[in-house]
Each structure stands twice: as C-alpha cells, then as structure tokens.
C-alpha cells in the first residue's frame, strides 16, 4: 500500500492526539463453579484466577474481598451502622439481630499459587494472604481456592428473600481480589458502601435448582439448555435430566460479577437495533405487571440516550433485575426493587443504567472517589430522565442537585468530595455530597468552561479513560485540554475543601461624564469566572464576562447568552472588581452576575442588582 509522508504524519499525529494514557493496571481471569443449595442458602465453589501482576512491584501479599461476613453482629459494618448518628434505615440493627441460618458468610477453606498451598487469614471481610514466594512484576501466577458461603437475609444490597420476596439477589457473593494500583492496595474492609475491582474476564458456572430462572453479569453460554426465554429462538430447550440444571455465563472486560435468581421471574427480552439485547427479570403480580411492561420502552430509549451522550456502550447486554433494597448498579445489570410507580421505576433503572458508564465502564476508585461515580451518574440520569420522561422537560435539569448542595452548605455537616466513601461523619453528608455536589461539579463545568466544551469532554473522557479508573485530576486534565483552559484551582477548591461561591453586585455608579461603573465583590472564599449580564431600560441585554487570571484563557461565548461587549480578567486576590459601561446609569436596569444559575453560588440574593 502507497502512502504519502503527511497522511503519514497525519496519522501518526492523531493517533497520538487519541493516545491511551500509559497507566499500569493488574488483570484478573476468574472462573468460578458454583453449587447452591436452596434448602439451606449456602453454597460452595471453586475458583482458578490467573492474575497478572502488570505493577513495576514485587508483591508479598494479597487481599481478597469477602464482603458476606459483613452479615454478621458485631461486625465492622453492624457496629457502623448501629453506632452512626444518622442510620441507614435498611440496615439500622437487623445485623445484629440476624439468626445462624440468617448470616452471611463467605469461608475459604483452601487456597493455593502455581500449586503451592499459601498462608492465610480470615479478617472480617477480607482474607490476608502471606505469600511465601513472592509476585513477580510483569508475570502471572494461578490463585486456586476452595471457598463456601451463606447468603445473608438481605440487609443491604445482597442477599435472600428480599422484601418483595425475590429469593437470591447475589451480588458480592465471592471472594474477590482485591485492587493494587499506583496507589498501591484497596483491601477495605466492607462498611457499607462503594467498590472497587480490577479488570478482567468471568467465566462462572452456577448450579441450581431447576426451576430457578436467573440473571445477571454475563451472556449465558448455553442458552438452549437453560431456557427460560434464553434459548435462541426456534431452538427447543434440551434440558438435562436431574433436579438440578447449571448456568454458564462469561463476561469480558469486567471488574465485577453479579447474578439473581427467583423461580418465578418473567423473563422479557428485548432486542434493540444497535445489538444490544436488554432483559427484564420481575415477579410478575399486581404491582409489576403494568409498570414493568411499560419499562420495556424506556430501558432502551435510555441505552441509546446514554450511548449518544456519553460514549457508546461497549456490551451486547443490559439486563435490569428485580432484587436487592432499591437500586445498585453491577457490570451490564442493575437490581432494583420492583414494587414503583412507573416515574420511580423509570428513575431508578436510568440511575443504576447510567452508571454503566462511570461504575461499570470509567470505574473511578468508588471509595476514594465515590462523587466521580454517583455525582456523574446523578447528572447523566437527571438529563436522561428529563428527557425521556418529563412531561415538559426542565431547562434546569439539575436543579435538586443544587438544591441538595445548598441545604448541605446550610447544615454546617458538609465534608470535603476527597473524603473516602466509608469515613464521611454521617450518612447525609456521604450521600449529599456525591450525589449532589458531585453532579454540580459538572453543570457548573459547563459555565465555566461553556456548555459545548463540557458535553465534547465527557465524551473524551470516555474515549480516554475508559477501562482505565480515572482520578480527579484525569477528568480536570481531559477539561483543560478540550477547553484550553487551566481548571486546577476549580478541581482544588471544589473537590479537596468546602469553601463554597458567593458574590454579588455592590453599586453601579455614574462614571466619567457618560458612562457607568459597576462594583462586584466576591464574599466566598472560592474564586470563580463571573458572567455579569446587564439589562438596559430598552429591554436589551449585553454581558461582561470576568475569566479569572488564573484560567489563562477564556471560554467562547456560549449560546443563548446575550452578546459579550468585554472580558476583563479577575485577579482572584482581589475582593472587589470595577467594570466601566460605556452608557449613563440612567440606560441600565438592572445588573446580574450568573443568571443561568449554573454557578453555585451560596447566596443569590446578592447577585441581582435593580435600578
Ligand atoms: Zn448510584
């Protein structure tokens, strides 16, 4: 094949314009046989894990996750949750009130490497593994391991017999390697909330009673033996003979692997033109049927909002599941409780579906970065949800988020977005926080940068980071990059403090014969890029725009926002501001600073000044 020097150079340029960022990262392979007995709700299984230490270190330990013990009184998470000023009502005490048939448990009863048995020791939720010979940099060794569990009554996310009476909602349910990046291990211990796993491929085979009807992770590997509404159509299911049938499903490029199982599931399939194909696994009875049909429109229409917004979803599946104790999000699944009005159904299944693309795909480190996860997440499913299922859509999508983060601000219990998931005070200002204020962090991206940068840099940050666990400073830097601008003073302020943005406009004064001078002061400890818009007595609008110094740069002028007739930089030292207008006082009506509302300014009273 010809090819020219520049087209040579072109694509050797782009290509490095699109370069993957060169971050190490370990990679797993599981492959998991499971037998579960539903008489007893225990189980016992097998797991070979071929891992591959991709680090430039020499590791002498492992951890692995064995998050079932946390179903048992006295455990770090019942004392947690029996101890926290604002309890989760789901959890409360009802870990310490559980029965021996009603814990969980997850036991490893023998563990070895390349063949040689290893030392180890349950702690709580995690087994600390010694290695005798250690882990080489760049090789891979084989974890074989004998393990058994107890399914807890469900308390929290997993478990059996939930409230709606689903019988095994089984997330979380083996014993899972834990993390080892550049920041070294993430062997947390199971309080209550936030995950974190490595990459990898699962193969996992579950043997069940046959009436069971399952879901989850996975593509189902024999669909024609399973039936179910697996079986590839015109196929007749041949199912073997026996009480029991196994499962075998296989899920690529995954960090985690979730299943539920119910014998009364209706399984739904539905295929959409892109290739995904979506199931829907619900009890069917009063309180479903309606609502979860209808969800057969949205879960798709969802998939493709997503997808042209956020990067396209890189599964062939998508399965949303009735289980667990409201939503949470695994790998192409979700469990959400079933019992909704449709409003609420919709809401929580766009929720968890939307953080395929930061959970499942992007997959922040959730402890130390949990606003990355569900304040992304939460601003997603707010415009997703706005769009596909307002009856008059907002043109403030976002608006409870800000709420939510006013009414931290105002509590004084507000904790900064770089406090890790499990240490956050209370419950309120863990959830306030990621949720909302995480969800702020990106509308107000979008002024400070414009709405066209922040859209166009969500989705490089897909193309960049997916698969990769971004951190705070990746997303600033794919920001900087799109926009031109330096963003690391919004990242310092917004995520590692609680020092919050308020200013307003002081005076607006006549000024040398003819014009007029305007006076802003910031009053907050927080600098930020001001729009100041001002209305004359004719009803036009002009708008002066103030970038910090400290962003060497400005954003392009947006639209919808009136004309820019200046920009005039803010030294973010000084208090106050002066801005000359070429026209009398007597032409101005009112001046405003940030009338989008976008920015989140504390106090807004201020803001406004009418003449
Ligand atoms: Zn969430």
């Known amino acids: 094949m010809k090819i020219s020097l520049s087209a040579f150079l072109f694509c050797l340029l782009s290509f490095a314009a699109f370069a993957q960022p060169d971050r190490w990262q370990q990679a797993v392979k599981y492959e998991m046989e499971v037998d579960m007995d539903v008489q007893k709700n225990q189980y016992t299984g097998t797991q070979k894990l071929s891992y591959t230490n991709n680090s430039p270190d020499t590791l002498d330990r492992l951890f692995y996750h064995l998050y079932y013990n946390a179903f048992q009184p006295n455990s770090m998470m019942d004392v947690r949750s029996r101890t926290i000023a604002d309890p989760d009502r789901r959890v409360g005490d009802r870990i310490n009130n559980l029965k021996s048939d009603e814990i969980g448990y997850l036991k490893v009863n023998s563990l070895t490497l390349d063949g040689k048995a290893l ?5 709580g939720t995690i087994l600390e593994v010694n290695l005798s010979e250690p882990i080489l940099p760049n090789s891979t060794v084989t974890l074989d391991m004998k393990f058994e569990g107890q399914v807890p009554l469900q308390i929290r996310r997993a478990g059996r017999d939930n409230e709606e009476g689903v019988r095994y909602s089984m997330s979380q349910w083996y014993p899972k390697l834990a993390n080892y990046d550049y920041q070294g291990w993430h062997a947390n211990p199971y309080i209550g909330r936030e995950f974190y796993g490595n990459w990898g491929d699962f193969d996992v085979k579950i043997t069940i009673d046959k009436s069971y009807v399952l879901g989850g992770t996975g593509y189902v590997q024999n669909p024609n033996q399973v039936g179910h509404g697996y079986e590839e159509e015109g196929q007749k299911v041949k199912s073997p003979r026996g009480k029991t049938l196994t499962w075998h499903f296989h899920a690529p490029k995954v960090h985690d692997f979730m299943w539920a199982a119910d014998p009364n599931y209706t399984h739904d399939k539905i295929e959409m033109d892109n290739g995904v194909t979506v199931h829907h696994l619900y009890i069917k009875n009063e309180e479903t049927e309606e609502n979860w049909s209808k969800l057969k429109e949205y879960t798709p229409a969802a998939i493709e909002f997503m997808s042209e917004h956020f990067g396209e979803y890189p599964y062939k599946q998508y399965s949303v599941i009735q289980g667990g104790d409201g939503g949470m999000e695994y790998p192409m699944s979700t469990l959400i409780t079933g019992h909704r009005s449709l409003g609420s159904l919709v809401g929580v299944m766009i929720h968890e579906l939307a953080h395929s693309w930061f959970h499942g795909v992007l997959a922040s480190n959730e402890a130390l970065h949990p606003w990355m996860d569900e304040g992304f997440t939460s601003y997603a499913s707010n415009l997703a949800m706005n769009e596909l299922f307002a009856e008059t859509p907002s043109d403030d999508p976002q608006r409870g988020s800000y709420r939510g983060y006013f009414r931290l601000v105002q509590s004084g219990l507000e904790e900064p977005l770089s406090t890790h998931a499990d240490h956050y005070h209370i419950n309120a200002a863990y959830g306030a926080a990621s949720y909302n204020k995480g969800a702020v962090f990106l509308e107000q991206l979008g002024y400070i940068i414009g709405k066209e940068n922040r859209d166009q840099g969500m989705l490089k940050y897909w193309d960049t980071w997916q698969f990769k666990h971004p951190n705070p400073n990746d997303v600033i830097r794919v920001m900087e990059k ?78 919808g926002m009136p004309t820019r007739i200046k920009t005039q930089r803010w030294p973010w030292t000084n208090p106050t501001i002066e801005v000359t207008i070429d026209r009398p006082k007597s032409d101005i009506k009112s001046v405003e600073i940030d009338p989008s509302g976008r920015m989140a300014d504390v106090d807004r009273e201020n803001n406004r000044l009418e003449l």
């Open 119 to 123: 030392d180890y020791e349950h702690v």
């Open 482 to 559: 799109q926009s031109g601008l330096e963003l690391d003073w919004y990242k310092e302020y917004w995520v590692y403090t609680t020092k919050t943005i308020d200013y307003a406009v002081n005076s607006v004064d006549d000024y040398n014969g003819g014009k007029s001078k305007i006076t802003l002061e910031r009053k907050g400890k927080m600098p930020m890029p001001i729009d100041l818009v001002i209305t004359y007595q004719d009803g036009s609008e002009e708008l002066v725009y103030l970038p910090l110094v400290i962003m060497r740069g400005e954003k392009p002028e947006e639209e």
